[in-house]
């Protein structure tokens, strides 16, 4: 199954240095569920000519707000929109599933509570499961059509589920603790980040993270949509 990726930021240069841009982290989660990817810069205003571009979508995160006004973010919406409207299958992951839920009528707010960073534990639909997280914005309102597939105290609208062709995480399975520990050292000093939060992740690599299984939930996921 061809897998169209809407890069909708990149990760830091020191990162993407070790580890590839967004486009080679998820191809790298995915290897052996049977996709294929290619990959459109969305930030900066290239976009696939229609939704039948690939066979399904996957939005990446982001620096930025969904609520921010960028000149990506009109045009964005509009193809998650064209996109739900066709039933085409479509993943968002973080930034990614807060745009979908805004384009589809939720509200994203930068959370009074702070940051997530880390392995972070969810309830995924009756299950534990833990995730690495980077993130202050959250899904506050879901969509009418969202259904709540997974929460914690933290965050309620982890993951959420529109029908049987949309699945979005507010978590990173992409993110594994080696690209954790990378992040952290390139984000380290920036005041956006109370300090303590970065020991706190810091102090938490090496503890086991669900990666394999999302990946595999949300790959057979993208197969088994049903398009229009």
């Given amino acids: 199954m061809h897998i169209g990726i809407l890069l909708c930021g990149h990760p830091p240069e020191t990162v993407s ?7 080679a982290i ?5 290897e052996g569920q049977g996709l294929s990817f290619e990959s459109w810069d969305v930030e900066a205003m290239a976009f696939p000519e229609s939704i039948d571009a690939a066979e399904g979508w996957l939005l990446t995160g982001s620096r ?9 973010i ?6 998650i929109e064209a996109v739900h409207a066709a039933k085409k299958p479509m993943v968002g ?12 009528g939720g509200r994203v707010e930068k959370y009074s509570g702070g940051w997530a960073l880390g392995r972070q534990i969810y309830d995924y639909a009756g299950a534990e499961i833990a995730l690495n997280a980077w993130h202050q914005d959250q899904v506050v309102a879901r969509p009418p059509e969202a259904r709540q597939l997974a929460s914690s105290a933290f965050c309620e609208n982890a993951a959420l589920v529109y029908g049987d062709h949309l699945m979005t995480l507010q978590p990173h399975p992409e ?16 005041p956006a980040y109370p300090p303590d939060i970065f020991d706190q992740a810091s102090a938490q690599l090496g503890l086991p993270v669900d990666n394999a299984a999302i990946a ?13």
Avoid: M, N, T
Avoid at 93 to 104: P, R, V
């Fill in 216 to 228: 595999a939930r949300l790959a057979r996921f993208l197969k088994d949509a049903r398009p229009s």
């Fill in 175 to 190: 993110i594994s603790d080696e690209i954790l520990r990378d992040y952290l050292v390139a984000r380290r000093g920036d």
């Fill in 64 to 72: 930025h707000g969904a609520y921010e006004d960028h000149p990506f």
């Fill in 93 to 104: 992951i973080c930034f990614g599933h807060q745009i979908i839920a805004q384009a589809l």
């Fill in 17 to 23: 240095a070790r580890h590839g841009d967004f486009s």
């Fill in 26 to 30: 998820f191809a790298k989660l995915f």
């Fill in 74 to 79: 009109a045009p964005l919406s509009a193809f």
